[in-house]
Structure formats: C-alpha cells, structure tokens
C-alpha cells in the first residue's frame, strides 16, 4: 500500500501556488505555478501524462523514463490569496516562479545532494517587484532550510 | 614488463606545426606579455619596426620585428635556457599563473616569424640567446645558440632597462605573407590589450605602451557606468544608458572540489538610439565604437586569473547568434582550478566548457538572456516611437478638444444634491487609492514600501498615477499596476477629469504594445477604446441613480475583472495564433 498526503495541496478554489517537483536521488528539481481549481494535485496529472513537461524534460535530462524514480516529492507553496496570484492573468504569479527557478540554480552547488533544474520558466517583467522578490526568497528560504529533510 | 621503443622526435617538424597553430598577431604578443606580467614588470613597451620605414603604417607585410620589453625580474642564463625549451618547466608558476603549457613564448613567436631572440637579466648582467627556425628544421634538432648582444640591442637597454634587468624577446624574420599592417595591428591591439589585461592595467598599476602610446584598460562590461546608473529594467530601458543584468554572483560548479566561478552581466547601451535622441546628433557611430558593440564582440568574456582568456565567447551556443544579443556582455572569474571545466587552448583564445559547467552557466543565463533581448527590443520600440511619436501621446492628444456626451439619451439627469454627493465619493475613492498607486509604483521599482506616508509630493503622485511624468499624457496612462492585476482601471481627480489607467503588463496589452508594436493605429485605438470604457463607468457612479453608488461599484468593478480575465485567457490559449501571428492560410 502507497499512502500519499495530498492535505492541502487539493484545493485551488481561491489559492494560488508554486511548486517544486524533487527527486533526491535522481537529482532533479522542477519549479512550477498554478492556479488551478484543483491544486497542486490537479497540476500534476499535466506533468505527468505522456506529453508532460516534467516527464519530457526528464527523460531528456536522465536519458530514462521518470516512472523509474521512487523518491519523488511534491512541495507546494501557497502564494498570498490575493487577485494578483489568483487570476488568470499570471504575470505575478510567473514572476515568483521565476524567481524561485533563479535562486534555485544559484543555490544547488551548495546543498548535498546537488540537481539539475530542469523545468523552463517563462521571464515575467515583474520581476523587479519587491514583493514579489520577498516572496520568492521565503520560498526559496523554506526549501533550503528543510531541504536535509526531504 | 613491457618494452619500451624509442618513438624520436623530428624537432623541426615540431616546432613548424606549433608555429601554424593558428595565433593572431596581437594574440601572439598578448601571450607574450603574458611572460612580462609573470615576471612582475611594471612597464611593458612594445615596438613594432618597419621593414621599409618609409612606407605608410597602411601597407601590409612591411613589419621586420617585433619587440617586447619588459622590466620585470629577468632571467639569468640558465633560466633563459629553460625558457626556451619547449614545455618549459612549471616551477617558478605560482597558483596565479597566467602560463599553463610553457609553450607559449615559442609558438608566439614563431606562429609571426622565424626567429625569436631573448635578452634578459636578473640584474647579474644581460644574456641573449636565439632560435632560429629554419635552422632547427634544418638540423632537425631543437636547440639555441648564444650570440652577442648588439648596438641597437644594447641601445633599448639603455633606453628602457636602467635598472640592469629585465627582458628582452624580439621576433625576427616575420613572414611577410598577408601579415597585418603596422596601423591594424596597433588598432587591434589598443582595443585587446587594453581588455585582456584590464585588471592589471586598472589594479596593479602595470603600464603598457605601443610605441609611445599608452594603453588603457578597457572594462568590456562598463560596470563603472552599470553602478552609477544601476540595474535594468528591460521594459523601461531607452538604450541610453548601460546597466546592471546580474551583478557578480558566485556559481558553484562542483562543491566536493570547491569550484566557483564569479559572472557577472551588464547590458550596453543600444547604439541606433543615439542616432535620434538629440536631432543632429548622429552618434551612434561613436557610441557603437566607444562600447565595442559590434557582431564579434558580445557574449561573455573569460578571464583566467584576471587575464582574459576568452573573448566574447558564445560559450558553445549559450548565447545565441542574434543581433538581439549585441549589447549582453558577460564576465566569467575563474582561477587554474576550474581549468578542467573550461579546457583552455594552448593560445588562451578559446575555450570548451565541461558538461557540468555547461549546464550550470547555461542554466544561470537564461533569465538574462531574456533581459537582454527583451530590453534590446523595447529600446528598438522606444526608439521607433520616437520617430513615429509615441501612439499613446498621440491618443492623448486626439482628445485635447473632445467632449464626452454629458448626459446620454433615456437617462435622467440627477439632481445637484445627489451629483455632488456622487461626486465626493469618487473623489474620495480616489483619493485613498493615490497612496495604494504610489505604493505599486515603488515595488514595482523594487523599492521595500510598508506604508505610504500623506505627505508624497506631487511629482510622485503623477508619476504613480500616470506611470511616468509627462506633460503630453492627459487623460490615457499605461502603468505597470493596476488594481489586482486588472487591464484597466478608470481614475479621476478635479485636474485631470476621468481618467484610464491601463495595465500594459496584462497579457492583452502586451499582445497590443509589443507583440503588435508595429502597428501605431491598432496601438491608438486600443488607447481610446480603454479610455471610453473608464469612462463609461465613471458616467454610471456619476448618473444612474437608480442604483446605489456601492452597488454600481462593486457590479461595475466585477464586469471589469471578468473581462480582464477572459481576455487574459483568450490570448494564453490562442497565443500563437493572434496578430501578428495569424495567418490567412491558417484559416482558409
């Protein structure tokens, strides 16, 4: 029996987030956003379907297929709930997920064990936003602080 | 035990094929700088004699030698010999050596001519020896021969080395078969020296000169001009001005080992915008020769223990060959242990990037190299709406003598008390949205804002409401933030009358202002028609008083964002289908 906690991570209805897909021993990190209805959960299955980006760029990184990784972690990051993060329009919300991309390429020399990011993030020209930065930063915060955990 | 078989050396054969390596003539003397900064020289003269001195510094193959003198430590006997073997030993290279083969003296040299003649010394009196090629190939043995030294050798060390030491190499007998003019190479090597050695020109104070010529450091990212003017912002850049991209950052390419590299990105200014930002000016010529913003020029720029080693180097496809990416400039700091990953040529000219260092910069850049081109494009847009007139001053002024309907056919005018009442309460919206607007327009500008004070000046107030201070903009404002991220929003105050504020970062704007630049009339009424719905809803605040004012706002405010939202979404899902992506074939 496989049990998954999903608490949280479900409900899209007025919450926005970013993601962060992690395998540790296959070193590989991807960062994404969403909006959707369904969560972080309900993003998911686009990922993984048999045209999914995080299945393509995987195999394109690794050379083999993502169904052999037995490590993969899903963190999600509630973005504030606010209109801005929400909407449909997602130039805030492609800002953070840039940001977090950013600071993540940055930071994965220094942490053990060491990953590609493989995800491709679009630049939002908000990125210049102090709020945005902040965020981005406590989100980055959070994953390097527990990163020895996962 | 395996036998061992002697596998000899033709040396002429040898050094022939390390003389065709393929040096330039200014890589060739930069190397052998390279010697002279080594050896701890303060001054480094370089005098190029003419064959026929009577002919212009124009012509080509007219130079007989070239001489490099240096006042560094010397040599004494013995370690001019060593010099002059090839693969000349490593033990007097401290960690922050510039040489990496000890070849690099010999296939200089001979890559320009074919003899190389050293005189040095340590301050124990002055030696010289020579190799001469043909001999060597002849002889089919590599060896040196000394000699004496002569009159006009021993006049340059009058000149040059009172002291009694320093060093001395003269190339001779240069190969006059499409060998650069005296005049290009000293160009050439005004501009790569000047950036080869632009850490040791600038910090430790080493002269170099071309004849009596002095060169100048030369910085190929400006970063003195990038901390004055700060960062960019690739949707507010003119190309005026250069900027910050990344300022330096280090990048661990392997922790086990401890590898870290320093980058550092700066944005150049865009040389066409100086062709009309001062009518008559025509600079663009200067700046583009002042910057060195030209195709073999961009890319990043590899310095090895603060000598460059790589120039504009597109770092195996990283950056792209696009005109977009004239002005990024990139500086990689390495030092000898990240030699592995960088795999340097024996000519120090170029480089290959190991796998993992590949990943890691290709990784690093990519937001940059966004930048980059987006901030490229947006000046080429500012600059095109300088020629044209900016299509949003002209929606402005379109407006200058028009009249909005005061009161529309069926409606009822309202009555004094309940317009004034109406009227206060726009206002008073508005004005408690004014600190909310200053407030977007410093985060914006990266600016950490907790709360805005009552006292903002004027000018703040019209460069958050107008998102910039221009007296052309009258009624119609692109800003970068609107309300919850909405396309527009209406705002009024008694000065300015109703007013739009449209969010031109919403993805529908960006699809009419920049995907659509070109097109100056779609641009102008898209700027009316953005007007003429802000004003619809003031009109309702205003005039329907069947509804009360809260109502009106909030169902107004709704309409507004699901518009808003169901434009967003349309352009996301026909994103390479719309204007100026459609195509009538597509549809037929």
């Known amino acids: ?150 | 035990m395996s036998d061992k078989i002697d596998l000899s050396i033709d040396a002429g054969r040898l050094l022939f094929g390390l003389s065709r390596i393929g040096y330039t003539t200014s890589a060739a003397i930069c190397d052998i700088i390279d010697n002279s900064v080594r050896a701890n020289a303060q001054n480094i003269n370089l005098l190029i004699k003419k064959e026929r001195e009577d002919f212009s510094d124009n012509k080509r193959n007219n130079v007989k030698e070239y001489i490099i003198i240096d006042d560094g430590d010397g040599m004494d006997e013995n370690a001019i010999k060593e010099a002059l073997k090839l693969g000349s030993t490593d033990d007097h290279y401290d960690d922050k050596s510039l040489s990496k083969f000890g070849l690099g003296l010999k296939s200089a040299s001979f890559s320009q001519g074919d003899v190389l003649k050293v005189i040095s010394s340590d301050g124990t009196g002055f030696n010289k020896y020579e190799v001469s090629l043909p001999k060597v190939m002849e002889a089919k043995e590599y060896f040196a021969e000394k000699t004496e030294i002569d009159e006009n050798e021993s006049e340059l060390i009058d000149t040059y080395l009172k002291e009694g030491k320093g060093t001395i190499i003269i190339i001779s007998a240069i190969r006059l078969n499409n060998h650069p003019s005296v005049r290009n190479t000293i160009k050439e090597l005004k501009t790569k020296v000047g950036v080869i050695y632009f850490y040791f020109l600038s910090e430790s104070g080493i002269n170099i000169t071309i004849g009596d010529k002095k060169i100048d450091a030369i910085d190929p990212l400006f970063v003195s001009e990038a901390n004055e003017n700060g960062n960019l912002n690739e949707n507010e850049w003119d190309g005026t001005e250069v900027r910050w991209i990344e300022k330096p950052k280090e990048l661990t390419l392997d922790d086990e080992l401890q590898i870290n590299v320093t980058i550092e990105i700066t944005q150049l200014p865009y040389p066409p915008i100086y062709r009309i930002k001062n009518i008559g000016e025509s600079r663009d010529k200067e700046v583009r020769e002042r910057y060195l913003i030209e195709a073999g020029n961009y890319g990043f720029y590899v310095y090895r223990n603060k000598r460059l080693i790589s120039w504009a180097s597109n770092l195996q496809g990283i950056i792209p060959y696009d005109q977009d990416f004239y002005a990024f400039r990139g500086r990689i700091l390495i030092n000898d242990e990240a030699d592995d990953f960088f795999n340097i040529d024996v000519k120090k000219s170029s480089l290959t990037l190991s796998e993992e260092a590949f990943r890691n910069i290709s990784d690093f850049t990519k937001e940059a190299k966004s930048k980059s081109k987006a901030a490229w494009k947006n000046a080429g847009k500012i600059s095109r709406d300088i020629i044209n007139k900016a299509p949003n001053e002209i929606a402005n002024k379109l407006l200058e003598e028009f009249e909005q309907i005061e009161i529309l056919p069926g409606d009822d005018l309202p009555d004094e008390e309940i317009a004034l009442e109406r009227l206060k309460a726009i206002t008073d919206d508005m004005t408690s949205k004014i600190k909310w607007i200053i407030k977007m327009m410093k985060e914006d500008k990266g600016e950490e804002v907790d709360d805005v004070d009552d006292d903002y000046t004027e000018d703040e107030k019209e460069e958050a409401v107008k998102g910039e201070k221009n007296p052309n903009l009258t009624k119609i404002f692109r800003v970068s933030s609107v309300e919850d991220n909405l396309l527009w929003e209406p705002y009024y105050d008694t000065d300015l009358g109703n007013c739009v504020r449209i969010n031109k970062i919403h993805r529908f704007a960006r699809l009419i202002y920049e995907d659509n630049a070109e097109n100056r009339d779609l641009q102008i009424l898209f700027d009316l028609m953005m007007l003429q719905f802000a004003d619809s809803e003031l009109y309702a605040y205003k005039n329907i008083g069947k509804y009360e004012y809260d109502d009106l706002k909030v169902i107004l405010r709704e309409s507004r964002r699901i518009v808003s939202e169901f434009l967003a979404n349309m352009c996301r899902k026909l994103e390479n289908d719309l204007p100026p992506n459609y195509s009538d074939e597509k549809y037929a």
């Open chain 1, 1 to 150: 029996m496989l049990e998954t906690s999903i608490l949280g991570t479900f409900n899209g209805s007025d919450q926005a987030y970013i993601y962060i897909w992690l395998s540790k021993k296959h070193k590989i990190v991807y960062v994404g956003m969403t909006n959707s209805y369904t969560g972080t959960i309900g993003r998911a299955g686009a990922h993984f379907n048999r045209k999914g980006t995080l299945r393509k760029r995987f195999v394109e990184t690794r050379g083999y297929e993502v169904n052999d990784v037995d490590d993969i972690l899903l963190l999600s990051f509630p973005l504030p709930k606010t209109r801005e993060f929400t909407s449909v329009e997602k130039s805030y919300r492609e800002a953070v997920e840039y940001l977090v991309q950013k600071e993540l390429i940055l930071l994965r020399g220094k942490l053990n064990p060491t990953f590609d990011v493989i995800s491709w993030v679009r630049l939002s020209p908000r990125t210049g936003n102090s709020r945005i930065k902040k965020l981005a930063a406590s989100i980055v915060n959070s994953f390097e602080t527990n990163y020895s955990r996962f």
